[in-house]
T-cell receptor, first 112, second 112 residues
């Protein structure tokens, strides 16, 4: 079993929809949680960075972490065709180096 | 643009050969990370350097090595290349511990 699990999709939604992307993780030592967006053949782009449980909002994006259930989510409001990409969740255990452990990514397609 | 630069963008080489990938971190960042992204394994951490010293190691093969120079740029050396080494290699940088990691555009390695 992978340490971070993510539904690979693809997830197809109409423009303007609210998108919910989710990950589960198994290691309770993970303390930091990130979401990256990756366009085809490009480098991952950091979207959200959170520490511990709770919500964090940035524009149309909201990241949610529930450490009790080891569940992390990213919500995208008013989705746009330009949001079509692969979304990667990542976790970090600061006590074991700063390496990121990634989920496999969810491919999102937003149709006009 | 994350501020992390990587060269070359593409590299095509034959089995058994040796290549060097180069990364320049964002201005002011002291940590450099190397990740490998393949279709079957996803994005995986290889190695981290902090201010010239190795800080953490992931699933990095013995045929692979890295170093960080006094000017903080880093090089990843891949030797005795095999077909299975074909992948995208990303460099990321961060300022300190538990800081956000920003990824470069990657080097696409094809081993024929």
């Amino acid at each position: 079993q992978k340490e971070v699990e993510q539904d690979p999709g693809p997830l197809s939604v109409p423009e303007g929809a609210i998108v919910s992307l989710n990950c589960t993780y198994s290691n309770s030592a993970f303390q930091y949680f990130m979401w990256y967006r990756q366009y085809s053949r490009k480098g991952p782009e950091l979207l959200m960075y959170t520490y511990s449980s709770g919500n964090k909002e940035d524009g149309r994006f909201t990241a949610q972490v529930d450490k009790s259930s080891k569940y992390i989510s990213l919500f995208i409001r008013d989705s746009q065709p330009s949001d079509s990409a692969t979304y990667l969740c990542a976790t970090m255990n600061n006590n074991a180096g700063n390496m990121l452990t990634f989920g496999g990514g969810t491919r999102l397609m937003v149709k006009p | 643009d994350s501020g992390v630069t990587q060269t070359p963008k593409h590299l095509i080489t034959a089995t058994g050969q040796r290549v060097t990938l180069r990364c320049s971190p964002r201005s002011g960042d002291l940590s450099v990370y190397w990740y490998q992204q393949s279709l079957d394994q996803g994005l995986q951490f290889l190695i981290q350097y902090y201010n010239g010293e190795e800080r953490a190691k992931g699933n990095i093969l013995e045929r692979f090595s890295a170093q960080q120079f006094p000017d903080l740029h880093s090089e990843l050396n891949l030797s005795s290349l095999e077909l299975g080494d074909s992948a995208l290699y990303f460099c990321a940088s961060s300022f300190g511990r538990a800081s956000e990691q920003y990824f470069g555009p990657g080097t696409r390695l094809t081993v024929t």
